[in-house]
């Protein structure tokens, strides 16, 4: 769908690059995706073959096997995973957030074990934070990491967990200090394999049936303390400076998937009939999408400029704060006006509308909900 306001943030190289991978997605993503979602997770097979294509862990420095590529290419990625209607494989948990952990804070030791095979699909990285009694306030994590001679103990659990059915490592937050708060919070690298790790079954979500989240529990697993990953008691500094892009993240796809919705519905109206004529003759019809297509636009722009700043380093909480409440409650609603307009079949999950209308609602909650979001931003009043 043509927007009156080009976008101008994507060179001749990011566009080959969507290229590539928009054919991944249509021979590779697509048609896999109905198996996928009854199946509750996507096949490991095909993170090896986006691996071979250089589709993992692009911007992480070539020494490491990624790309060195710019934000701007991991966009590229997410938008074309959204407009394949595809929450899942978790491509940008493991990309995206996992790795950039390592690659920023991690050892030379640490980034040179486990960023190669994970730029090659051979290791599939998830991000263990959230826990069934600690959500968006990380401050009250309740996973705990002893320290017993040259080894961490760790004990807890963490759920809601993107990519754990197939993990091989977990970035895991723990408290390696309980008595100092936020100032105890220490990020540590957890091999999946390690006695004492325990990962739960699939969690029955409503939606987002092909991305596999599982709770995931630790009953005195033990790691030596090189696994911690920067300094012991940074790990909450750690994880605020890499929440702003995650949420970005999140808006990225929001827009994307408006987007798509839009395109989909415009589509679906100009070929269903009612009393005689086309849905989309109806005023009604082309004012809510007329709506929805001014508020996607301006959307876009933001989200734009957001990128922009992420690559010069200036992106701040408030901004990423913004975008991501904005953009993940833009969506919802215009995934409501298009079901509504597909009418019973917006209903059927047999539609793509009707799967991504359930697919987008949790948007609103990770990443940190969006009543968090305007917490961060009222702050700044």
């Known amino acids: 769908m043509s927007m009156p306001i080009p976008r101008t943030l994507f ?9 590539t991978v928009r054919r991944f997605m249509e021979a590779e993503i697509e048609p896999n995706m109905p198996r996928w979602m009854e199946q509750g997770y996507a096949d490991r097979d ?8 250089g589709l993992l862990c692009v911007t992480i420095p070539e020494e490491y096997g990624g790309a060195g590529a ?15 209607n595809a929450f899942g494989p978790g491509f940008a948990m493991h990309s995206e957030i996992v790795a950039p952990y390592i690659a920023r804070f991690g050892s030379p030791e640490q980034k040179a ?13 998830a991000l263990g934070m959230t826990e069934p009694g600690a959500g968006s306030d990380l401050q009250r994590i309740k996973t705990t990491a002893r320290r017993e001679g040259d ?26 200090d309980p008595t100092l708060g936020a100032k105890g919070v220490t990020l540590v690298l957890v091999e999946t394999d390690r006695p004492g790790f325990r990962k739960g079954k699939l969690l029955n979500k409503v939606g987002q049936k092909a991305q596999d989240a599982v709770e995931l529990f630790f009953d ?11 300094e012991e008691g940074k790990g909450f500094t750690y994880l605020m400076q890499e929440l702003a892009w995650e949420r970005l993240i999140i808006a990225i796809r929001s827009v994307a ?27 009604n019809s082309k004012f809510k999408l007329a709506e929805c297509k001014t508020e996607t636009q301006i959307a876009q722009v933001f989200i734009d400029h957001c990128l922009n700043m992420t690559c010069a380093g ?16 833009l969506q919802n609603r215009v995934l409501d006006v298009c079901v509504q307009l597909h009418g019973g079949y917006g209903y059927i999950l047999d539609y793509p509308i009707a799967r991504a209308w359930v697919d987008a609602r949790p948007q609103m909650i990770y990443g940190g909900t969006n009543e968090i979001m305007k917490e961060i931003i009222g702050r700044k009043l």
């Open 113 to 125: 074990q486990w960023l190669p095979k994970m730029a090659r699909g051979e290791t599939i990285g």
């Open 11 to 19: 060179s001749e190289e990011h566009e080959a690059f969507r290229t």
């Open 220 to 230: 005195e697993v033990r790691v030596p303390t090189g696994n911690i990953l920067g």
């Open 46 to 53: 095909v993170w090896r073959l986006a691996g071979q294509l």
């Open 70 to 84: 710019d934000r701007k290419y991991s966009a590229v990625l997410i938008e074309e995973q959204q407009r394949a």
């Open 151 to 176: 080894e961490l103990v760790i004990n807890g659990s963490k759920i809601f967990i993107t990519n754990g059915f197939f993990a091989d490592l977990v970035v895991l937050v723990v408290k390696t």
């Open 314 to 329: 200036t992106l701040e909480a408030e901004a990423s704060a913004m975008a991501k409440w904005w953009c993940t409650e």
């Open 257 to 283: 998937g408006a987007t798509w919705a839009i395109e989909q519905t415009v589509a679906y109206t100009k070929e269903r009939t009612a009393f005689g004529q086309a849905l989309i003759e109806f005023q």
